[in-house]
């Protein structure tokens, strides 16, 4: 069990938008920059505390930023969704299910659940394999607040734009990604945070994400003590883009690591 004030720490396995950055074939001058913070994976973080690691979103590049990350175990899997840039790293588990001789539970709405159950059905069919699978224990959340290792988690509900998904609260931090807006019940659970990721994918409006200026808009109205904008697209430069925000407001990057003040 977490002791209180155990610190929480954050890891950005991947702040990119779901094709990531640089995308296949362009070559603009942020898929072009030297600055390693414009090269941007799939967008998930990593939590760690007392021991534990828990991943938020399995994404495509999940095997680079395992190894990058130094992952050695997974205790559990939250899902925002089952779009594909969060969910099509499930497969590469198998190798710390293998390590651990365990099964990871999966955490996830029935929208989620319902997408590793098709995109990954060979690992539930209960037939016989030749080979390896991934051994997942898929577990609904109806979004109550749940106990993860003694660390709660409350299921945030927002609008990925006609489709109603998850982010997630725990502790002093909240991790939101694909927001196209937060509704006015879920933004009072995002009041008192040291930490908030939202959503912030370029300038220009976008049907299902947040633009860099409504993020900006969220931080100004839940007023954490520091946010993070992630799953952004090529048409950001972070240098560039960062300093024209806030200093309590900076761009995620991958391999980016924070403490969070407020932590159980």
Not at 57 to 65: E, G, K, L, V
Not at 75 to 89: R, S
Not at 121 to 147: C, H, M, N, T, W
Not at 236 to 259: F, Q, S
Request: aromatic share 6%; hydrophobic share 40%.
């Amino acid at each position: 069990m977490p002791l209180p004030g155990d610190p929480l720490r954050i890891v950005v396995l991947g702040s990119g938008t779901s094709v990531g950055v640089p995308m296949v074939g362009c070559r603009c001058r942020v898929c072009s920059s030297t600055d390693p913070r414009d090269n941007r994976m799939r967008p998930s973080i990593l939590l760690r505390y007392s021991g534990r690691s828990v991943l938020v979103d399995a994404t495509p590049d999940f095997r680079s930023q395992a190894l990058r990350a130094g992952i050695e175990h997974l205790d559990a899997i939250l899902l925002t969704h089952g779009h594909a840039d969060h969910v099509l790293g499930l497969d590469d588990v198998r190798p710390l299910n293998a390590l651990r001789k365990a099964v990871i539970p999966v955490y996830g709405a029935a929208e989620a659940i319902g997408a590793i159950r098709r995109v990954f059905a060979y690992a539930f069919d209960g037939e016989a394999k030749e080979s390896s699978i991934p051994l997942l224990d898929l577990r609904l959340v109806d979004g109550q607040p749940f106990d993860l290792f003694g660390l709660t988690v409350t299921p945030i509900p927002v609008w990925h734009g006609r489709m109603l998904i998850f982010g997630f609260r725990f502790g002093g931090a909240a991790y939101i990604t694909d927001q196209s807006d937060i509704p006015p019940e879920s933004m009072e659970k995002l009041r008192g945070l040291d930490v908030l990721f939202v959503d912030a994918l370029r300038h220009k409006p976008h049907p299902t994400h947040s633009t860099v200026e409504h993020a900006l808009h969220l931080a100004e109205q839940l007023a954490p003590a520091r946010a993070y904008f992630t799953h952004m697209c090529h048409d950001l430069m972070h240098e560039e883009t960062e300093r024209a925000l806030p200093g309590h407001v900076r761009l995620a990057y991958d391999g980016l690591e924070i403490t969070v003040g407020k932590a159980l």
